[in-house]
């Protein structure tokens, strides 16, 4: 899953790329409004985390303008003020979820499961397909009640397909949304990661669950 932070505060917004990364998340940031905007508006996410005060463009600008171009990225709105006018401004502007800054990573992990599972209309942190389960707050897999280890890379893989379950997906697609801007688009991974997650999910049941679209890309259904 892909992840834009618009943060001027340069070292939190390092801080919190590296937690998140550690966490599986491909994390792009913006340092100030101009950048963060086009950011905004050109480059794929999932989520776009948004600091209110920005120089150049400030955020509640950002909020509207690629809400108004029609962008529903779920936006989280981050501001060190704690005034219910300056909350309910940035939600009556289109943002999903607001959080005062300093805050904790955990809050922050918690904030970004729940917008994801909202945005996908997942009702909890634990996806199920066929006799396949996903905890993602735990981050474990396990398919017929046993446990299956995945590499982070497999894992969030599998949680993104899983999150769009049901929806055919491009190789185009699934690299854009969980790979950073350096990597290579000609590459094979995205094949050679699904076949890693098949022999591990699939090889040993007769019901299949990844499926190969012929000129779509793949798809997790049960």
Do not use: C, W
Not at 19 to 31: K, N, Q, R, S
Not at 49 to 73: F, H, S, Y
Not at 150 to 165: C, D, G, H, T, V
């Amino acid at each position: 899953m892909r992840i834009l932070i618009v943060e001027d505060e340069r070292s939190l917004a390092d801080i919190v790329k590296k937690g998140l990364e550690e966490e599986g998340y491909i994390i792009d940031i913006a340092y100030n409004g101009e950048e963060g905007l086009y950011m905004a508006e050109n480059e794929p996410s999932d989520i776009i985390i948004l600091d209110i005060m920005l120089p150049v463009v400030d955020g509640m600008t950002i909020l509207k303008r690629i809400r108004k171009t029609g962008i529903q990225t779920p936006v989280l709105m981050l501001t060190a003020k704690d005034t219910v006018i300056d909350k309910v401004s940035g939600l009556d502007s289109g943002a999903d979820d607001y959080l005062t800054k300093p805050f904790f990573f955990d809050e922050l992990l918690a904030r970004i499961r729940a917008l994801t599972r909202r945005n996908s209309g997942v009702k909890s942190s634990t996806i199920e397909i066929g006799d396949l389960v996903i905890d993602m707050a735990a981050r474990e897999v396990r398919r017929g009640g046993k446990d299956i280890l995945l590499s982070p890379r497999e894992y969030a893989l599998l949680e993104y397909m899983a999150i769009n379950k049901n929806k055919a997906l491009s190789r185009t697609f699934l690299t854009d949304h969980l790979y950073d801007q350096d990597f290579n688009l000609d590459s094979n991974v995205i094949d050679v990661f699904i076949n890693r997650i098949r022999n591990k999910i699939d090889r040993r049941f007769d019901k299949k669950l990844i499926h190969t679209l012929r000129g779509s890309g793949y798809m997790l259904k049960g």
